[in-house]
Antibody, heavy 118, light 110 residues
Framework: EEQLVESGGGLVQPGGSLRLSCAAS????????MHWVRQAPGKGLVWVSR????????TYADSVKGRFTISRDNAKNTLYLEMNSLSAEDTAVYYC???????????WGKGTTVIVSS | QSALTQPASVSGSPGQTITLPCTGT?????????VSWYQQHPGKAPKLLIY???YRPSGVSNRFSGSKSGNTASLTISGLQADDEGDYYC??????????FGTGTKVTVL
């Protein structure tokens, strides 16, 4: 079964850093682009970032550019999101998703919660 | 990277057909056929319903269909059922090679 499991969320102070992980199983991880999508409490989905299958290319939403870094370790079947200079506006559930083809995100994890608060 | 525009809520009775619009610009919805739709139930992860404007993944009911005209994409749900209640989001690729989601529509079955 194709599965994504996020981890690494938690409570962090404003200005702090956090690294999220997304462990993939049941499919050839390196063959697919991957995305991070977040959802603030009671709000809608917001696209955050995506990375190519070999990790050579990435794009970011303007709201996180320069603060967040997406990466992957295909040997470990794991996707990462390094988050720096966090603010309250980054509080959200963070989902990772597989891109089957041409921005078709067909497999999603259950999400990990990040709370930025003092 | 402004969010695509969706109505906040749409409602219908069981068995009815409803249409959810999603309005963007020529830099996203109007410029590419990489529009997808997602259903989200409370506390759950999103589920892919439609990709590339009008294609349904295997396992998704044929009661869900998608279309696009100009800068507006639409999701139509026919034969509305109680389980269709939830939030629906459109999404598009953009000219900046980024992604964008819609503001979301809450569907209520009366």
């Amino acid at each position: 079964e194709e599965q994504l499991v996020e981890s690494g969320g938690g409570l962090v102070q404003p200005g702090g850093s956090l690294r999220l992980s997304c462990a993939a199983s049941g499919f050839t991880f390196s063959s697919y682009w991957m995305h991070w999508v977040r959802q603030a409490p009671g709000k809608g989905l917001v696209w955050v970032s995506r990375i190519t299958g070999d990790g050579s290319g990435a794009t970011y939403a303007d709201s996180v550019k320069g603060r967040f870094t997406i990466s992957r370790d295909n040997a470990k079947n794991t996707l990462y999101l390094e988050m720096n200079s966090l603010s309250a506006e980054d509080t959200a559930v963070y989902y990772c998703a597989r891109d089957l083809h041409l921005w078709r995100r067909d497999v999603w994890g259950k999400g990990t919660t990040v709370i930025v608060s003092s | 990277q402004s969010a695509l525009t969706q109505p906040a809520s749409v409602s219908g009775s069981p068995g009815q057909t409803i249409t959810l619009p999603c309005t963007g610009t020529s830099s996203d919805v109007g410029g590419y056929n990489y529009v997808s739709w997602y259903q989200q139930h409370p506390g759950k992860a999103p589920k892919l319903l439609i990709y590339e404007v009008s294609y349904r993944p295997s396992g998704v009911s044929n009661r869900f269909s998608g279309s696009k005209s100009g800068n507006t994409a639409s999701l139509t749900i026919s034969g509305l059922q109680a389980d269709d209640e939830g939030d629906y989001y459109c999404s598009s690729f953009t000219s900046s090679h980024t992604g964008v989601f819609g503001t979301g529509t809450k569907v209520t079955v009366l």
